[in-house]
């Protein structure tokens, strides 16, 4: 990715972090869903590499849906009020969902869509998210399934993006200051 080198700091988690973390939550999810059909539902479009991977690495059967909310925000302030650009296909009455995320920041988009989607008659409704940036958030959401706690800085990568660049970068890497200043 040499293009985009001067862009980045730091490399926080390589690909094959990432990978080996997948793997785990993998497992574990394949543990507590034994027998049961779960329903992965992946938030637009930061998840798509989460998703991709995850449902891979399940060795269970699966079905997939996607949503995409945008959240209203006054500037930089993220309000907590969301909004539905891309509704589910599925009907979740009686389902077991888990909701795939490429991270939680704020924790408001997360902690409005368990909200919305456990209104509709899920059986259950779970978090799998890869990232968590502690210090960054606002509302506690339980998340079941957690790849890694890290630091509150601007990072990309792994469907992660800024101004919709960086998604394609295998790792997570933190965004050089020149690149947003
Ligand atoms: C990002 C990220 C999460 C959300 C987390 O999505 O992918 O979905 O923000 O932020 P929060 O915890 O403060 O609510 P974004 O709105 O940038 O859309 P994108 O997935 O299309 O990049
Ligand atoms: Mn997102
Ligand atoms: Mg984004």
Request: aromatic residues 6%; contains cysteine.
């Given at each position: 990715?040499?293009?985009?080198?001067?862009?980045?700091?730091e490399?926080?988690?390589?690909?094959?972090?990432?990978?080996?973390?997948?793997?785990?939550?993998?497992?574990?999810?394949?543990?507590?869903?034994?027998?049961?059909?779960?329903?992965?539902?992946?938030?637009?479009?930061?998840?798509?590499?989460?998703?991709?991977?995850?449902?891979?690495?399940?060795?269970?059967?699966?079905e997939?849906?996607?949503?995409?909310?945008?959240?209203?925000?006054?500037?930089?302030?993220?309000?907590?009020?969301?909004?539905?650009?891309?509704?589910?296909?599925?009907?979740?009455?009686?389902?077991?969902?888990?909701?795939?995320?490429?991270?939680?920041?704020?924790?408001?988009?997360?902690?409005w869509?368990?909200?919305?989607?456990?209104?509709?008659?899920?059986?259950?409704?779970?978090?799998?998210?890869?990232?968590?940036?502690?210090?960054?958030?606002?509302?506690?959401?339980?998340?079941?399934?957690?790849?890694?706690?890290?630091?509150?800085?601007?990072?990309?990568?792994?469907?992660?993006?800024?101004?919709?660049?960086?998604?394609?970068?295998?790792?997570?890497?933190?965004?050089?200051?020149?690149?947003?200043?």
């Amino acid at each position: 990715f040499s293009d985009v080198e001067g862009d980045l700091n730091e490399i926080l988690l390589t690909q094959e972090q990432i990978h080996d973390k997948i793997d785990e939550l993998a497992r574990e999810i394949e543990r507590d869903y034994a027998g049961e059909r779960i329903l992965l539902v992946g938030v637009l479009r930061g998840a798509v590499m989460v998703m991709a991977d995850l449902a891979r690495a399940l060795k269970v059967d699966i079905e997939m849906d996607w949503m995409a909310v945008s959240s209203y925000g006054t500037g930089t302030q993220s309000s907590g009020v969301v909004r539905i650009l891309k509704d589910l296909d599925s009907d979740l009455t009686g389902r077991r969902v888990l909701i795939v995320e490429d991270i939680i920041d704020s924790g408001l988009t997360l902690s409005w869509l368990r909200g919305n989607l456990a209104s509709r008659g899920a059986a259950s409704v779970d978090i799998c998210a890869l990232l968590r940036k502690p210090e960054a958030v606002k509302v506690d959401v339980e998340v079941k399934y957690l790849g890694f706690d890290i630091p509150n800085k601007f990072v990309v990568g792994y469907g992660l993006d800024y101004a919709e660049r960086y998604r394609n970068l295998r790792g997570v890497a933190v965004l050089a200051p020149h690149v947003y200043e």
